[in-house]
C-alpha cells in the first residue's frame, strides 16, 4: 500500500491501481477520488464521504421544500442526496454497490462506507433512476457527473 500527496485530479500512477480508498475527502473531493478510481478502471473503491455542500444551494424547487425550510434537514438530505447520487453513478457506469455504517454513529455521524466491485459494463436501469432523482429535484448536479459526463448520454431535458 502506498501513500501519495497530490491534488487527486493529478495523480497519476505508474502501475495499475487495485484499490481506491478515500477517507473523509470533503465535498467534491469523494467526488474526484470515485472518479479517478473509476476513470483508472479500479476493480474497487472504498469511500468514506464527508461533508456534502455541493448540493445544497442547488435545493430550491423540489418535492420536499416543506422539509428542507430548516437548514438543518436540507444539509442532511443533500448529504443523502449526494450520497444516493454517488452510488446510482457506480451502478451505472458497472459497480456494484453496498453502502453500510462502518462505525457506530455515536464516534462519528459521518459512518457511511460506500464499496463498489466493478463487475459488468453498465447498468441502464441504474442511469435512469439517477436522472429520475436528478429531475425530481429540478436538475441538481454533482461534480462526479461532471467528471464522468463521457460515461453518460444526457438528453437536453435532463
Do not use: W
Amino acid at each position: 500500500m502506498e501513500f501519495h500527496v497530490s491534488a487527486i485530479k493529478d495523480f497519476q500512477p505508474k502501475e495499475k491501481i487495485d484499490i481506491v480508498c478515500s477517507l473523509h475527502a470533503c465535498d467534491t473531493a469523494t467526488d474526484e477520488a470515485i472518479a479517478k478510481g473509476v476513470l483508472l478502471e479500479s476493480p474497487f473503491l472504498l469511500v468514506v464521504p464527508c461533508c456534502q455542500h455541493e448540493i445544497t444551494n442547488q435545493l430550491t424547487d423540489h418535492p420536499l421544500k416543506a422539509i428542507t425550510r430548516h437548514g438543518v434537514y436540507k444539509s442532511k438530505l443533500a448529504d443523502l442526496l449526494t450520497d444516493a447520487m454517488r452510488t446510482l453513478i457506480l451502478e451505472a457506469v458497472g459497480y456494484k454497490v453496498s453502502v453500510t455504517e462502518y462505525v457506530s454513529p455515536i464516534y462519528t455521524p459521518k459512518n457511511i462506507l460506500i464499496q463498489a466491485e466493478k463487475i459488468q459494463a453498465k447498468n441502464s436501469m441504474a442511469f435512469k433512476q439517477y436522472l429520475e432523482l436528478k429531475n425530481m429535484f429540478n436538475g441538481i448536479s454533482i461534480e462526479l457527473e461532471r467528471i464522468l459526463h463521457n460515461f453518460f448520454e444526457f438528453s437536453n431535458d435532463s
